[in-house]
């Protein structure tokens, strides 16, 4: 399981890591143009996180691995996602769609490692919601690393 071969991201940095997991939880589209969407339903979300950067930390990690895991797993997994604080039900650029998740756990990947030394940065977020369905989200250049 979890062994697939991801689009890449061109990037200007020297090491690149990749994190793989998946995390079960239920959503609903709140909106009627989302058809049967709109409807409460759960997937099992596969999601690859790709962190590159520079330099290395004190145990020459560029970020733990479970960490990255933890992050997002804790918080998302087994919820109702549109109860979590980071998505609206009124407000159509925070509902809780493949897209807008997949920048929300890169935002969220981010907030965490811009608070370590060695500044790592996530270039891209693989959501995948159904077996014929996934997402790639990946912050402009500028905005989380050097253009
Ligand atoms: N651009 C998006 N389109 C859809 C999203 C989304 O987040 N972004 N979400 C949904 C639904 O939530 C649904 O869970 C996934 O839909 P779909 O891929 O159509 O699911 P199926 O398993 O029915 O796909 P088949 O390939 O037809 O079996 C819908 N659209
Ligand atoms: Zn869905």
């Given at each position: ?8 991201v ?44 520079n ?28 109860n ?11 509902f ?19 608070t ?32």
């Amino acid at each position: 399981m979890l062994q697939q071969m991801y689009p890449s991201v061109t990037h200007p940095f020297q090491f690149e890591l990749n994190k793989d997991f998946h995390f079960a939880a239920a959503h609903y589209i709140p909106a009627e143009a989302a058809g049967q969407c709109s409807q409460m339903h759960g997937h099992t979300y596969f999601a690859n996180i790709t962190i590159a950067g520079n330099e290395l930390d004190e145990v020459g990690f560029l970020v733990n691995f479970s960490l990255i895991k933890k992050l997002i797993h804790d918080r998302f997994d087994h919820t109702l996602l549109n109860n979590d604080s980071k998505f609206d039900q009124d407000d159509s650029a925070r509902f809780p769609t493949s897209e807008i998740i997949a920048k929300t756990i890169c935002n969220l990947v981010q907030e965490h490692l811009d608070t370590t030394l060695n500044r790592p940065v996530c270039i891209q977020v693989f959501l995948r919601e159904t077996p014929t369905s996934y997402v790639i989200y990946r912050p402009k250049a500028g905005e989380s690393y050097g253009s």
